[in-house]
């Protein structure tokens, strides 16, 4: 089942639980490089085997997806936030 969290911006994939990329583009031709060179979006992202921070990223995934963090989370938009309002 899908969770969704409106404060979610990572860009993040790990690959057989031993490499990671993470970094700033969003999945969109102007920012894997699909449009001209003119138009291309400045990102920046680094690959990794480093144990230690797939390890971490793993775990920074797991907090989001789980929605651990919703309780202390200020969002009025998030159903799952305290804070929430329908307006």
């Known amino acids: 089942k899908m969770k969704v969290c409106s404060r979610n911006h990572m860009k993040m994939f790990v690959f057989d639980w031993a490499t990671a990329y993470i970094g700033s583009a969003n999945l969109t031709n102007a920012a894997m490089g699909g449009r001209s060179k003119q138009q291309r979006n400045f990102e ?10 797939v390890t971490r990223m793993k775990g920074h995934f797991d907090e989001a997806w789980s929605k651990r963090s919703c ?6 938009l998030c159903k799952n936030s ?5 307006e």
């Open 71 to 76: 309780e202390q989370c200020l969002s009025k």
């Open 44 to 53: 920046a992202g680094i690959f990794t085997d480093d144990e230690t921070l």
């Open 82 to 86: 305290p804070k929430y309002k329908v």
